[in-house]
């Protein structure tokens, strides 16, 4: 099975073999100036289970280091998820009611009403 081996600072050299039969598995790290922060995550989309599988990550400082090699291993020899879910998207109901429009013109107004009030929108004559 192809997958990632991953070491960090921030898990006191802990390293993690990152897998899943079947399925994909990505990092994402999420930097975030105004609110001074940064956090990574590494997970996953079990598409036979359907379900979402969560590995480790967390918070990240100035001079954290994260290493991550593209290995090959076999199942038996992958760290477990700390984390599986079920895939929950909402499939969008179409409703043509004139009750439905009425709450979505309602919802277009006030929020047209707050952008304008604070200035991201011009106000219209």
Known sequence: MKGLIVK???WNG?????GMPGGRVGMAVK???????CSWSIGGYHKEE???????????HVGDK????????????????VLKYPHACPTPQKDDSPEAWQFKL???QKLKKILEDEGLIEKEP
């Open 31 to 37: 930097a975030m100036e105004r609110d001074s922060y």
């Open 50 to 60: 359907e379900l979402h599988w969560v590995w480790k990550g967390g918070m990240l």
């Open 8 to 10: 960090s600072t921030t």
């Open 66 to 81: 994260i290493e991550i090699e593209f290995a090959e291993f076999d199942e038996d020899e992958a760290t477990p998820p």
């Open 14 to 18: 802990e390293t993690c073999k990152i």
């Open 106 to 108: 309602k919802t277009y």
